[in-house]
């Protein structure tokens, strides 16, 4: 509920798909493809978060970003880091 809820930021342009017990899967606004927008947002933005492309074809607009062990008082963080990322 509370990464949903962050995930209504509006200035942030990173979509939510998909949430279930441990993980998300979100579409990134960026042209580049999965691998470097992940390689970025771990070395500028502190966030760790798998490419898509590890998960099938056609997958490089797509990052995979965990959660379960982060509090619901961390969500608004994350956001805020992606949209730091935006640029």
């Known amino acids: 509920a509370a990464l949903r809820q962050a995930f209504t930021h509006k200035d942030l342009s990173y979509k939510l798909l998909s949430v279930g017990a441990f993980f998300s899967y979100i579409q990134h606004p960026f042209s580049d493809d999965a691998k470097t927008v992940a390689k970025r947002l771990a070395q500028k933005h502190d966030l760790l978060a798998l490419p898509g492309s590890m998960f099938g074809p056609g997958q490089e607009q797509y990052l995979r970003l965990a959660f379960a062990n982060v509090e619901a008082g961390v ?10 990322s935006q640029g």
């Open 75 to 84: 969500m608004p963080d994350v956001v805020a880091r992606l949209i730091e």
